[in-house]
Structure formats: C-alpha cells, structure tokens
C-alpha cells in the first residue's frame, strides 16, 4: 500500500486486483489482527472497516506496531439489469440472504 494512498485509491486498486465488476459487487475491506480474529466467533463485535481516509491512516500507524495485521475482503453482491430487469447475483446462485443474514446487518 503506497503510504500516500487515499481511501478511493486503495478501494480501486483492490477492485483491480480481484478484478471486481464494480457494477456487480461492492468490495467491503476491513482489517484485524490475524491471532485475534477467532472474537468473531464468540460475540458480534465487527473487523474494522475500511471506508474514509481516516481509517486509512489508522490502518497504516497500526501496520506499524502490528505488521502481521489481516485485511479482509468481503463482497456484497449488487442487483443488475438482464433486459430491463433487475436480478440478484445471490438468488440466481441459490445464494439469497436468510432473515438471519439480515438481522446481523
């Protein structure tokens, strides 16, 4: 990560990097310490998530001390239109949020 890279810079390199139609799916990027990323499991507390430019230097003065830290990638699939109509990436694939799924968001 270039240190001068602002938020949209590093959104659109990793769109690049997983080749990511952007009118398909929306990249969400967050970040956790490797050792510590079983807390998921036993509570709802989230990663950090990557969204403003803030995030990004916080991001780069904890990859300091923690050079080991993760970043994750998550996708959320974004509706598109097939012949005027819009479809659901998930739904087609037989991938459809649960009530569960969307009571965690």
């Known amino acids: 990560m270039n ?4 938020y949209v ?4 390199h990793v769109s690049s990097e997983f080749e990511l139609n952007a009118e ?4 969400k990027i967050s970040y956790w310490l490797p050792g510590q990323l079983s807390v998921f499991l036993v509570n709802t507390r989230s990663p950090v998530t990557v969204a403003t430019n ?12 923690e050079p080991q830290i993760t970043l994750l ?11 005027g109509v819009s ?3 998930l739904a087609v694939c ?6 569960e799924d969307e009571m965690l968001q």
């Open 87 to 89: 479809v659901d990436l």
């Open 73 to 83: 990638l998550s996708l959320e699939a974004l509706p598109y239109l097939v012949d």
């Open 9 to 12: 810079e590093f959104h659109n």
């Open 54 to 65: 803030m995030v990004i230097r916080n991001f780069r003065r904890v990859r300091e001390s």
């Open 94 to 99: 037989g991938k459809e949020k649960s009530q």
């Open 3 to 6: 240190p001068k890279m602002t």
């Open 24 to 27: 398909n799916w929306k990249p």
